[in-house]
């Protein structure tokens, strides 16, 4: 059985990813890895707040686009997840690279 959500629902989701995303003492991040994130890549650092509140059924992030200037590693992006500041995990989206990619509202630089 297929469950649809609402807006409203979907907003509620998003709004809570977000608060999780935010939820350490600084700025989340995204990790680009390879395989199972074995390798991590590249790591870009989120704003903080990491986005507006949801609209449409839509987190947009802001402050894109962001780059990795120093990138971690080097290899073929198969992977990605998001951590909060203090480096717990918040979503790991399915991403097929190179077919998808990153929304154009995420940020850059290296956790500490």
């Not at 951590?83 to 154009?104: E, H, I, Q």
Request: glycine share 10%; hydrophobic share 40%.
């Amino acid at each position: 059985m297929a469950v649809i959500y609402s807006t409203t629902a979907k907003n509620n989701r998003l709004d809570a990813v977000a608060a999780t995303i935010d939820s350490g003492s600084g700025a989340g991040y995204l990790q680009i890895g390879t395989t199972a994130m074995g390798t991590v890549l590249a790591t870009i650092t989120l704003a903080d707040p990491c986005a507006a509140a949801a609209s449409g059924g839509v987190l947009t992030f802001s402050g894109f686009p962001r780059s990795d200037t120093s990138a971690d590693a080097n290899g073929t992006a198969a992977a990605a997840r998001i951590r909060d500041s203090n480096g717990n995990g918040t979503l790991a989206p399915k991403v097929n690279f190179p077919t998808d990619y990153l929304p154009s509202s995420v940020a850059a630089a290296r956790p500490r």
